[in-house]
């Protein structure tokens, strides 16, 4: 009877070691951004954990990019553009100011933005709102800057929609391999600042790796830089540097983000893709 009871307990304890192993390798095939074919990795630096996010389809625009008109709304002028603002509307409504702004206050508070700062002068407002994308699919966070200046005939409002990049969102190439990520105090901007670099192998040309950059990251927020890494090159040499940045603000209180990118083949037809993030937004 008791070898009986050992070997029920060997059993007991075989098949619940089995289950655990299998619960384990089920909870590390789960991917923590969903996409129909992107994965993410954290790859352990020598401060930090960091996020790494691979390729995927760039995602459709989150409902809080869907900024509300005022009713009545007239004169409507809408662009769409890629440097710096994602997307700017001006328009005209027949109502005051105070009204504009409890318009807004009550409505955009639904859709995820949470206001930032409000400033008065006479019957001109302005609104800051900022919205986190971090629990979303999107690599960006987004900021909403609105002007609501009343005349004595009518309501001028002016709207500002920028994506601010998720620094912990840059994509890498969809077969990126040997990833790596290190943190260095930054050249430029002086020891209390980082520098992040990241390294990484591909099977895809250099060439391939630029195309994708170039379509990838203006989507996400990045302005592509107007020259390169050297004179003349329109920012369109991969093998010396392609550059991208993000700024915001004035010159008291400037706040900036730069990416550089380069890629050069190495022994067996293969790239290495190297970035440097860096700017005053890196503690």
């Known amino acids: 009877m008791q070898k009986l009871q050992q070997t029920a307990m060997l059993v007991y304890w075989a098949l619940t070691s089995f289950a655990i192993l299998i619960g384990l390798t089920a909870c590390s095939n789960t991917e923590l951004w969903p996409s129909s074919s992107a994965t993410e990795t954290s790859i ?3 401060s930090s954990t960091k996020e790494v996010v691979r390729s995927f389809p760039t995602p459709m625009p989150p409902e809080a990019e869907d900024v509300p008109l005022y009713p009545g709304a007239f004169s409507i002028d809408n662009s769409r553009v890629y440097e710096q603002d994602w ?8 109502s005051n100011s105070h009204e504009v702004v409890a318009f807004y ?16 002068s006479g019957f001109r407002a302005s609104l800051s709102y900022k919205w986190d994308g971090s629990t979303s699919a999107v690599p960006w966070d987004s900021e909403l800057h609105l002007d609501i200046d009343q005349s004595n005939v009518h309501v001028y409002v002016n709207m500002s929609l920028e994506r601010v990049p998720n620094l912990d969102r840059i994509p890498l190439y969809q077969d990126a391999q040997q990833v790596e990520v290190k943190e260095v ?5 002086g020891s209390r600042f980082i520098e992040q670099h990241t390294s990484y192998i591909t099977d895809v040309k250099p060439e391939e790796v630029k195309a994708f950059y170039k379509a990838m990251l203006q989507p996400y927020g990045w302005s592509s830089s107007d020259g390169g890494s050297e004179d003349g090159d329109n920012n369109d040499n991969i093998y010396k540097g392609i550059k991208f940045g993000w700024r915001t603000g004035d010159i008291h209180h400037m706040r900036y983000i730069g990416l550089d990118i380069t890629a050069n083949e190495v022994p067996g037809g293969r790239t290495n893709v190297k970035m440097k993030l860096d700017g005053t937004l890196l503690p």
Do not use: F, H, I, M
Request: no cysteine.
């Open 44 to 46: 352990a630096t020598s």
């Open 87 to 94: 997307r700017r509307t001006r328009y005209q409504v027949e």
């Open 105 to 120: 206050k009550k409505q955009l508070p639904n859709q995820g933005w949470v206001l930032d700062r409000e400033y008065w």
């Open 185 to 189: 105090p930054s050249k430029e901007w």
